[in-house]
T-cell receptor
Framework: NAGVMQNPRHLVRRRGQEARLRCSPM?????VYWYRQLPEEGLKFMVY????????ESGMPKERFSAEFPKEGPSILRIQQVVRGDSAAYFC?????????????FGQGTRLTVV | AQTVTQSQPEMSVQEAETVTLSCTYD???????LFWYKQPPSRQMILVIR??????QNATENRFSVNFQKAAKSFSLKISDSQLGDTAMYFC????????????FGQGTRLTINP
Protein backbone atom coordinates (compact mmCIF):
# COMPACT_ATOMS: atom_id res chain seq x y z
CA ASN A 1 0.00 0.00 0.00
CA ALA A 2 1.78 3.08 -1.24
CA GLY A 3 1.91 6.04 1.09
CA VAL A 4 0.82 9.58 0.34
CA MET A 5 2.52 10.63 -2.87
CA GLN A 6 3.36 14.23 -3.58
CA ASN A 7 4.92 15.60 -6.72
CA PRO A 8 7.03 17.26 -7.62
CA ARG A 9 9.42 17.07 -4.64
CA HIS A 10 11.04 20.31 -5.66
CA LEU A 11 9.55 23.10 -7.74
CA VAL A 12 11.18 26.34 -8.82
CA ARG A 13 9.04 29.13 -10.17
CA ARG A 14 9.76 32.70 -11.18
CA ARG A 15 7.72 35.47 -9.60
CA GLY A 16 4.37 35.77 -11.35
CA GLN A 17 4.23 32.17 -12.59
CA GLU A 18 1.77 29.53 -11.45
CA ALA A 19 2.65 26.59 -9.19
CA ARG A 20 0.68 23.33 -9.19
CA LEU A 21 1.31 20.85 -6.42
CA ARG A 22 -0.15 17.36 -6.58
CA CYS A 23 -1.11 14.93 -3.85
CA SER A 24 -2.33 11.37 -4.22
CA PRO A 25 -3.73 10.12 -0.89
CA MET A 26 -3.24 6.66 0.46
CA UNK A 27 -5.49 4.03 -1.03
CA UNK A 28 -8.87 4.09 0.64
CA UNK A 29 -8.39 7.57 2.10
CA UNK A 30 -10.99 10.14 1.12
CA UNK A 31 -9.84 13.07 3.28
CA VAL A 32 -6.96 15.31 2.24
CA TYR A 33 -5.31 18.12 4.15
CA TRP A 34 -2.77 20.66 2.92
CA TYR A 35 -0.23 22.30 5.23
CA ARG A 36 2.48 24.88 4.65
CA GLN A 37 5.80 24.95 6.46
CA LEU A 38 7.89 28.09 6.34
CA PRO A 39 11.62 27.72 7.15
CA GLU A 40 12.27 26.91 10.82
CA GLU A 41 8.56 26.88 11.63
CA GLY A 42 5.89 24.31 12.30
CA LEU A 43 3.29 23.26 9.78
CA LYS A 44 0.28 25.53 9.34
CA PHE A 45 -3.08 24.18 8.20
CA MET A 46 -4.32 25.51 4.87
CA VAL A 47 -7.28 23.50 3.61
CA TYR A 48 -9.24 20.30 4.19
CA UNK A 49 -10.95 18.53 1.31
CA UNK A 50 -13.04 15.48 0.67
CA UNK A 51 -13.77 14.18 -2.80
CA UNK A 52 -15.24 17.07 -4.82
CA UNK A 53 -15.79 19.18 -1.69
CA UNK A 54 -13.84 21.81 0.22
CA UNK A 55 -14.70 21.29 3.88
CA UNK A 56 -12.50 23.86 5.61
CA GLU A 57 -10.33 26.45 3.88
CA SER A 58 -9.87 28.73 6.87
CA GLY A 59 -6.07 28.59 6.65
CA MET A 60 -5.76 29.35 2.99
CA PRO A 61 -5.01 32.88 1.75
CA LYS A 62 -8.07 34.36 0.06
CA GLU A 63 -6.22 35.40 -3.06
CA ARG A 64 -4.06 33.43 -5.50
CA PHE A 65 -4.48 30.09 -3.68
CA SER A 66 -6.98 27.39 -4.58
CA ALA A 67 -7.35 23.69 -3.96
CA GLU A 68 -9.37 20.87 -5.40
CA PHE A 69 -9.84 17.15 -4.92
CA PRO A 70 -11.72 15.82 -7.95
CA LYS A 71 -13.66 12.60 -8.12
CA GLU A 72 -10.84 11.08 -10.13
CA GLY A 73 -7.18 11.94 -9.78
CA PRO A 74 -5.00 13.66 -7.24
CA SER A 75 -5.68 16.68 -5.09
CA ILE A 76 -4.19 19.86 -6.53
CA LEU A 77 -2.98 22.93 -4.66
CA ARG A 78 -2.66 25.80 -7.09
CA ILE A 79 -0.83 29.04 -6.44
CA GLN A 80 -1.23 31.75 -9.04
CA GLN A 81 1.18 34.63 -9.58
CA VAL A 82 3.65 33.33 -7.04
CA VAL A 83 5.66 35.73 -4.87
CA ARG A 84 8.85 35.19 -2.89
CA GLY A 85 6.84 34.80 0.31
CA ASP A 86 5.21 31.66 -1.12
CA SER A 87 8.56 29.86 -0.88
CA ALA A 88 7.93 27.04 1.60
CA ALA A 89 7.45 23.31 1.95
CA TYR A 90 3.88 22.23 1.23
CA PHE A 91 2.71 19.01 2.81
CA CYS A 92 -0.30 16.90 2.05
CA UNK A 93 -1.82 14.45 4.53
CA UNK A 94 -4.62 11.96 4.14
CA UNK A 95 -6.87 10.03 6.49
CA UNK A 96 -9.73 7.58 6.09
CA UNK A 97 -13.34 8.62 6.37
CA UNK A 98 -15.17 8.79 9.66
CA UNK A 99 -12.25 8.10 11.98
CA UNK A 100 -11.79 10.91 14.52
CA UNK A 101 -8.28 11.20 15.84
CA UNK A 102 -6.95 8.74 13.34
CA UNK A 103 -3.37 9.21 12.33
CA UNK A 104 -3.00 11.50 9.35
CA UNK A 105 -0.39 10.09 6.98
CA PHE A 106 1.87 12.71 5.45
CA GLY A 107 3.57 12.87 2.10
CA GLN A 108 7.19 13.96 1.82
CA GLY A 109 6.22 17.45 0.81
CA THR A 110 6.90 19.74 -2.13
CA ARG A 111 9.53 22.39 -1.62
CA LEU A 112 8.54 25.45 -3.62
CA THR A 113 11.20 28.04 -4.33
CA VAL A 114 10.20 31.32 -5.93
CA VAL A 115 13.05 33.18 -7.62
CA ALA B 1 -8.59 29.11 18.62
CA GLN B 2 -6.09 26.56 19.77
CA THR B 3 -2.40 27.32 20.20
CA VAL B 4 0.55 25.02 20.79
CA THR B 5 3.82 26.25 22.27
CA GLN B 6 7.17 24.51 22.31
CA SER B 7 9.55 26.61 24.38
CA GLN B 8 12.77 24.76 23.53
CA PRO B 9 13.98 25.66 20.03
CA GLU B 10 16.98 23.31 20.29
CA MET B 11 18.20 20.51 22.52
CA SER B 12 21.26 18.31 22.45
CA VAL B 13 22.07 15.17 24.43
CA GLN B 14 24.52 12.29 24.31
CA GLU B 15 23.55 8.94 22.88
CA ALA B 16 21.82 6.65 25.42
CA GLU B 17 20.72 9.56 27.60
CA THR B 18 17.12 10.42 28.36
CA VAL B 19 15.69 13.66 27.04
CA THR B 20 12.36 15.42 27.64
CA LEU B 21 10.77 17.81 25.16
CA SER B 22 8.20 20.29 26.46
CA CYS B 23 4.88 21.29 24.98
CA THR B 24 2.02 23.38 26.30
CA TYR B 25 -1.25 24.15 24.60
CA ASP B 26 -4.26 26.34 25.03
CA UNK B 27 -7.81 25.28 24.24
CA UNK B 28 -11.35 25.55 25.53
CA UNK B 29 -12.18 22.09 24.15
CA UNK B 30 -12.65 19.19 26.53
CA UNK B 31 -12.23 16.37 24.03
CA UNK B 32 -9.18 16.37 21.82
CA UNK B 33 -6.06 14.51 20.74
CA LEU B 34 -2.41 15.38 21.17
CA PHE B 35 0.43 14.14 19.01
CA TRP B 36 4.18 14.21 18.72
CA TYR B 37 5.57 14.11 15.19
CA LYS B 38 9.17 13.62 14.17
CA GLN B 39 10.61 15.29 11.07
CA PRO B 40 14.07 13.99 10.12
CA PRO B 41 16.19 15.72 7.44
CA SER B 42 14.22 13.84 4.78
CA ARG B 43 11.28 16.11 5.75
CA GLN B 44 8.93 13.14 6.14
CA MET B 45 6.49 13.72 9.01
CA ILE B 46 6.40 10.60 11.16
CA LEU B 47 3.92 10.05 13.98
CA VAL B 48 5.77 9.22 17.20
CA ILE B 49 2.97 8.97 19.73
CA ARG B 50 -0.67 9.94 20.25
CA UNK B 51 -2.65 10.78 23.40
CA UNK B 52 -6.41 10.94 23.77
CA UNK B 53 -7.38 13.67 26.22
CA UNK B 54 -10.11 11.64 27.87
CA UNK B 55 -7.63 8.91 28.82
CA UNK B 56 -5.73 9.63 32.00
CA GLN B 57 -3.10 6.99 31.32
CA ASN B 58 -0.01 8.35 29.62
CA ALA B 59 0.71 6.87 26.19
CA THR B 60 3.91 4.92 25.59
CA GLU B 61 5.53 3.55 22.43
CA ASN B 62 8.72 1.61 23.11
CA ARG B 63 11.34 4.23 24.10
CA PHE B 64 8.88 7.10 23.76
CA SER B 65 6.46 8.14 26.48
CA VAL B 66 4.46 11.22 27.34
CA ASN B 67 3.60 13.09 30.50
CA PHE B 68 0.10 14.41 29.91
CA GLN B 69 -1.13 16.93 32.47
CA LYS B 70 -4.60 17.94 31.32
CA ALA B 71 -5.24 20.56 33.98
CA ALA B 72 -1.92 22.24 33.28
CA LYS B 73 -2.37 21.77 29.51
CA SER B 74 1.05 20.24 29.29
CA PHE B 75 2.16 17.37 27.03
CA SER B 76 5.86 16.53 27.25
CA LEU B 77 7.68 13.79 25.33
CA LYS B 78 10.32 11.64 26.99
CA ILE B 79 12.80 9.73 24.86
CA SER B 80 14.69 7.05 26.78
CA ASP B 81 17.97 5.47 25.69
CA SER B 82 18.28 8.03 22.88
CA GLN B 83 19.75 6.89 19.58
CA LEU B 84 21.50 8.72 16.75
CA GLY B 85 18.45 8.08 14.58
CA ASP B 86 16.34 10.15 16.95
CA THR B 87 18.04 13.30 15.63
CA ALA B 88 15.24 15.33 14.05
CA MET B 89 12.79 18.17 14.49
CA TYR B 90 9.99 17.24 16.88
CA PHE B 91 6.57 18.85 16.64
CA CYS B 92 3.81 18.77 19.19
CA UNK B 93 0.32 18.96 17.66
CA UNK B 94 -3.31 19.34 18.76
CA UNK B 95 -6.49 18.10 17.10
CA UNK B 96 -10.09 18.67 18.17
CA UNK B 97 -12.11 15.50 18.51
CA UNK B 98 -15.09 16.91 16.65
CA UNK B 99 -15.27 18.68 13.35
CA UNK B 100 -12.52 19.04 10.78
CA UNK B 101 -9.55 16.93 11.84
CA UNK B 102 -6.91 19.52 11.23
CA UNK B 103 -3.73 19.58 13.24
CA UNK B 104 -2.40 22.66 15.03
CA PHE B 105 1.38 22.41 15.35
CA GLY B 106 3.91 23.98 17.67
CA GLN B 107 7.05 25.66 16.37
CA GLY B 108 9.17 22.58 16.84
CA THR B 109 12.23 21.52 18.83
CA ARG B 110 15.42 20.57 17.01
CA LEU B 111 16.87 17.57 18.83
CA THR B 112 20.44 16.44 18.21
CA ILE B 113 21.76 13.16 19.59
CA ASN B 114 25.55 13.20 19.83
CA PRO B 115 27.69 10.06 19.63
Amino acid sequence: NAGVMQNPRHLVRRRGQEARLRCSPMKGHSHVYWYRQLPEEGLKFMVYLQKENIIDESGMPKERFSAEFPKEGPSILRIQQVVRGDSAAYFCASSPQGAPGTEAFFGQGTRLTVV
Amino acid sequence: AQTVTQSQPEMSVQEAETVTLSCTYDTSESNYYLFWYKQPPSRQMILVIRQEAYKQQNATENRFSVNFQKAAKSFSLKISDSQLGDTAMYFCAFMKREGAQKLVFGQGTRLTINP
